[in-house]
């Protein structure tokens, strides 16, 4: 074979070997048996149970378990273990039975009493964790939010499986890459608030999850005030978890890296890198000032399967928010689309019925775009467009609602507003894009009134709309009324404070 890792393998065997995936308490069980264990294969040339395929993928990879021999051809799978002179061998039934059952038969038939007893100790400390694993991975890849997706992973870190830590902190990288900021953090904020938590016992994921929610976030609103300067060159606790390829447990009175002195960590401390395909993202920091419980040297192991779940999940979930932003927003411009508008625009009004307010639709027309097109090409008049997008972005408020319909015609949903309000927008905005040297029309209308429904703004807005070009373009009519409003270039003072 090509492959060294897979010498012995027959290479019909050696192709299912490799596409096989070992689970990580498989990995935990020869990790933590420490007792060396020969491993002879034989199995069917088609359908070889997948406990088969996963041994053979693991042997060799590590002390506990090397790799005899490996045959295909027997009618029924054979896996044999063997240990000095004792032997264990596991047929269909057996290799059925999962990791557990393979940890006892293991432990009562190739050990010594004291070997049994020190495996067996060793596994059932690690059982939980993997059953918290399973939990925590289903959960971040399951989850549609990055905020739940943080709490998830921090909950992980101080689940309180033997760890050591009561507190998780993650910095991540601001926007430029200089600093790693403070984000989100879970943990006590002092001594009494750890008494607490550890009176109240273990929770159930969910449960945790809206305890963390709920609670006063004492410790995370420290932790936002801290930011980590990387740029530095000294080789500190942050510089070397950034270099390392996996967490690393610090051991020390008092931390060198100034940001991480301010959290006045415990003695013992790990700060791992959050790192997607070797781009780091951010670091965690973890600990127990609380605490005197020493930090498990496996917690390492532990907390880097949690930082590459959360950073898979990320990946995902920063894909799923790219193709929604795609479905939602108009290509040229970014604003939001019709069909995204038109959704805002029934949320909108669920909540000008309940806080009994009022708002309004303005439709934007930009005047002589074909003229633009004809004379200047369309590139241009894609940048005419872009530019009328960013004028109604700057312009209005946050909370305002602002969509490309098609082609030249823009909407805005005014929020929590009155008429003067509304023809004031108009007003601004028909003045700045005169300013610019683009002329618009535009129509309004009001709701709720006069008992109208919801749907008739658009109708109202777009006969407004019509009447304004109407008149003359560069112009606004709002709710009908008779005299148009004729826009005008912005004086000096009115285009400075724009």
């Given at each position: 074979m090509s492959d060294p890792a897979y010498s012995?393998?027959?290479?019909?065997?050696?192709?299912a070997v490799r596409a096989v995936?070992?689970?990580?308490?498989?990995?935990?069980?020869?990790?933590?048996?420490?007792?060396?264990?020969?491993?002879?294969?034989?199995?069917p040339a088609e359908d070889?149970?997948?406990?088969?395929?996963?041994?053979?993928?693991?042997?060799?990879?590590?002390?506990?378990?090397?790799?005899?021999?490996?045959?295909?051809?027997?009618?029924?799978p054979k896996v044999r273990f063997i240990h000095g002179m004792k032997d264990l061998v596991l047929g269909t039934a057996e290799l059925a039975d999962g990791i557990p059952a393979l940890a006892r038969r293991i432990a009562q038939s190739l050990l010594g009493a004291d070997e049994a007893a020190g495996a067996l100790e060793r596994f059932a400390r690690e059982s939980p964790r993997q059953e918290a694993l399973r939990r925590l991975t289903r959960a971040m890849l399951e989850t549609g939010s990055i905020d739940r997706l943080r709490t998830i992973l921090l909950i992980g870190m101080t689940s309180g499986l033997a760890l050591g830590f009561s507190r998780a902190a993650l910095f991540v990288y601001d926007e430029d890459g200089r600093a790693l900021?403070?984000?989100?953090?879970?943990?006590?904020?002092?001594?009494?608030?750890?008494?607490?938590?550890?009176?109240?016992?273990?929770?159930?994921?969910?449960?945790?999850?809206?305890?963390?929610?709920?609670?006063?976030?004492?410790?995370?609103?420290?932790?936002?005030?801290?930011?980590?300067?990387?740029?530095?060159?000294?080789g500190d606790e942050i510089q070397q978890a950034l270099a390392a390829s996996g967490p690393l447990l610090f051991s020390?009175?008092?931390?060198?890296?100034?940001?991480?002195?301010?959290?006045?960590?415990?003695?013992?401390?790990?700060?791992?890198?959050?790192?997607?395909?070797?781009?780091?993202?951010?670091?965690?920091?973890?600990?127990d000032p609380y605490g005197r419980a020493p930090i498990d040297p496996q917690a390492r192991?532990?907390?880097?399967?949690?930082?590459?779940?959360?950073?898979?999940a990320s990946e995902n979930l920063r894909l799923h928010e790219s193709v929604e932003t795609l479905a939602r927003h108009d290509e040229l411009t970014g604003l939001f689309n019709r069909r995204e508008f038109e959704t805002r625009m029934a949320d909108e009004q669920s909540r000008a019925v309940r806080l009994g307010s009022q708002c309004a639709l303005l439709l934007f027309d930009v005047d002589y775009l074909q003229r633009v097109n004809l004379a200047r090409g369309h590139k241009?008049?894609?940048?005419?467009?872009?530019?009328?997008?960013?004028?109604?972005?700057?312009?209005?408020?946050?909370?305002?609602i602002v969509a490309r319909l098609t082609g030249d015609a823009f909407a805005v949903l005014v929020t929590d507003t009155t008429h003067e309000q509304v023809l004031a927008v108009a007003r601004r905005v028909g003045s700045l894009a005169l300013g610019m040297g683009v002329s618009l029309s535009a129509g309004g209308s009001l709701w709720p009134r006069?008992?109208?429904?919801?749907?008739?703004?658009?109708?109202?807005?777009?006969?407004?709309?019509?009447?304004?070009?109407?008149?003359?373009?560069?112009?606004?009519i709002i709710d009908g009324d008779e005299a148009p409003m004729v826009f005008e270039p912005p004086d000096d003072a009115d285009a400075s404070a724009g």
């Open positions: 012995g393998i027959p290479e019909a065997l050696a192709t995936d070992v689970p990580h308490d498989l990995r935990t069980l020869f990790d933590r048996l420490a007792v060396p264990l020969a491993l002879e294969v034989e199995v070889a149970p997948p406990l088969a395929l996963q041994l053979l993928r693991l042997a060799d990879r590590g002390a506990s378990l090397r790799l005899v021999a490996a045959r295909i051809g027997a009618a029924e900021v403070g984000e989100s953090a879970i943990g006590p904020a002092n001594a009494a608030e750890a008494a607490r938590a550890r009176a109240a016992g273990e929770l159930g994921l969910e449960q945790r999850i809206a305890e963390v929610e709920t609670t006063e976030p004492r410790y995370e609103n420290l932790v936002r005030t801290i930011a980590v300067d990387v740029t530095a060159a000294a020390r009175e008092r931390s060198t890296n100034p940001a991480l002195a301010a959290l006045e960590p415990a003695s013992e401390f790990l700060v791992a890198a959050f790192r997607l395909r070797d781009k780091v993202l951010g670091i965690v920091v973890a600990d192991e532990f907390i880097g399967f949690l930082l590459d779940t959360a950073a898979l241009a008049g894609d940048e005419l467009l872009q530019q009328v997008g960013v004028l109604l972005r700057s312009t209005l408020r946050s909370h305002d006069d008992n109208h429904e919801m749907s008739v703004l658009f109708s109202e807005a777009e006969a407004a709309l019509i009447d304004a070009k109407r008149r003359g373009r560069g112009r606004a």
